[in-house]
């Protein structure tokens, strides 16, 4: 069976033999199903509310297709930029600084997203980045491509570091967020091999 993801036509499932790659990993998500939303909380108080959708998995996207954020008036997250934020602080903090702060030998992704594309945000993470020679020290971002702790909630990681890029979202724990989705769970647990 072939579905459209972003364009692209991909099969259903993921070969046993096949390398993990965004395209791939692409396949096994559900396909959203859309229902317009609009964010109540307005990053600056000049900017106009931007319309969302929400699908079955409780993924917010922008026309484009891009994941993003939603957070309420209440501050009330969406599952995604909540769990972004614990599979950050799991994977990406050690390097790259608590929060998307940053350190001395990372950069700080809070500002990196705010001119980065969701794309050039999957390459990177996908196949790692080398810049040789830059400043005091090489830097070196390691492809995660076939790291299915980072690969499966690739888009969470990508929707809570641009609340951070925005300002839509403060350093501290998030204490108010929409529930996960069985949808959500179901799709996750594909995506690590486990049973329904």
């Known amino acids: ?20 790659s965004a395209v791939v990993l692409a396949a096994t998500l559900v396909l959203p199903v859309p229902a317009v939303a609009q964010d109540a909380a307005a990053p ?4 106009q509310p931007v319309a969302k959708e ?13 994941p993003t954020y939603n957070i309420g008036a209440d501050g009330t997250l969406d599952w995604y930029t909540y769990s972004g934020y614990r599979r950050y602080h799991a994977e ?8 998307g702060m ?16 969701y794309p050039e945000f999957m390459e990177i993470v996908v196949n790692g980045k080398r810049n040789v020679g ?12 076939e790291n299915k702790n980072v690969m499966c909630y690739l888009d969470d990681i990508y929707v ?6 925005d300002g839509a979202l403060g350093r501290e724990r998030p204490s108010k967020r929409e529930d996960k989705t069985k949808a959500y769970t179901s799709n996750e647990n594909q995506c690590f091999g486990r049973p329904g």
Request: charge should be neutral.
């Open 1 to 20: 069976m072939m579905n459209s993801v972003r364009g692209w036509l991909v099969s259903g499932i993921l070969p046993a033999s096949a390398g993990m």
């Open 44 to 47: 600056a108080a000049t900017a």
């Open 54 to 66: 929400k699908d079955e998995l409780g993924k917010y996207t922008l026309p484009d297709g891009d």
């Open 92 to 99: 990406c903090h050690v390097c790259h600084g608590p929060d």
């Open 102 to 117: 940053g350190s001395s030998y990372a950069p700080a992704l809070a500002n990196s997203l705010k001119t980065m594309t």
């Open 134 to 145: 830059v400043g005091t020290a090489d830097q070196v971002m390691p492809a995660f491509g």
């Open 160 to 165: 809570y570091l641009k609340a951070r890029a």
